[in-house]
T-cell receptor, first 113, second 111 residues
Framework: AQSVAQPEDQVNVAEGNPLTVKCTYS??????LFWYVQYPNRGLQFLLK??????LVKGSYGFEAEFNKSQTSFHLKKPSALVSDSALYFC???????????FGAGTQVVVTP | KAGVTQTPRYLIKTRGQQVTLSCSPI?????VSWYQQTPGQGLQFLFE???????NKGNFPGRFSGRQFSNSRSEMNVSTLELGDSALYLC??????????FGPGTRLTVL
């Protein structure tokens, strides 16, 4: 079965510093991987996805993610974090069935001024 | 294009009642999926509809049901509500490339 894991419940970073949110995956075949962000009392917003091609994927709001097949990882990164990046971040993989995304537990990002 | 819309945004019900939630997908999207989000269980897949047919279903009891209309709008119904059904219910429509776009959710509170 396809799955993703987010090893950190929370990541704390100072504004202006680099931000990394970790995700590892376990899939059979080629992985379709996604990152979403959720602000309080809101739905999930799509940030970026990896289907195939370049290992470095660029997405919305200055975020990017690096696909690493040997380490089965898909870490989300931002070179310079903003206070407004404080939110809950989810990594997800397309499960082996229609219309189903398998989500990680989520990582709370806290960016302090 | 307008995003995914969900109505109502908030609901308060009592145990034993039933509830119907509505979702309008992004124009042109034919696949609609539903998820339940709770602090304890995280995001869990409920079901997915495509062209009015349920193609996939998660591990939820039969009290949870859904349907999709010819205009791709979808509804989900929960009968005989339990306290544990309190959650944020998210609807997502898919653009044909496995990318799902989510609505703002319906916050259901069961008293």
């Amino acid at each position: 079965a396809q799955s993703v894991a987010q090893p950190e419940d929370q990541v704390n970073v100072a504004e202006g510093n680099p931000l990394t949110v970790k995700c590892t995956y376990s899939v059979s075949g080629n992985p379709y991987l996604f990152w979403y962000v959720q602000y309080p009392n809101r739905g999930l917003q799509f940030l970026l996805k990896y289907i195939t091609g370049d290992n470095l994927v660029k997405g919305s709001y200055g975020f990017e993610a690096e696909f690493n097949k040997s380490q089965t990882s898909f870490h989300l990164k931002k070179p310079s974090a903003l206070v407004s990046d404080s939110a809950l971040y989810f990594c997800a993989v397309v499960a082996d069935s229609w219309g189903k995304l398998q989500f990680g537990a989520g990582t709370q990002v806290v960016v302090t001024p | 294009k307008a995003g995914v819309t969900q109505t109502p945004r908030y609901l308060i019900k009592t145990r034993g009642q039933q509830v119907t939630l509505s979702c309008s997908p992004i124009s042109g999207h034919r696949s609609v999926s539903w998820y339940q989000q709770t602090p304890g269980q995280g995001l869990q897949f409920l079901f997915e509809y495509f062209s009015e047919t349920q193609r996939n279903k998660g591990n939820f009891p039969g009290r949870f049901s859904g349907r999709q209309f010819s205009n791709s709008r979808s509804e989900m119904n929960v009968s005989t509500l339990e306290l544990g059904d309190s959650a944020l219910y998210l609807c997502a429509s898919e653009d044909g490339t496995d990318t799902q776009y989510f609505g703002p959710g319906t916050r259901l509170t069961v008293l």
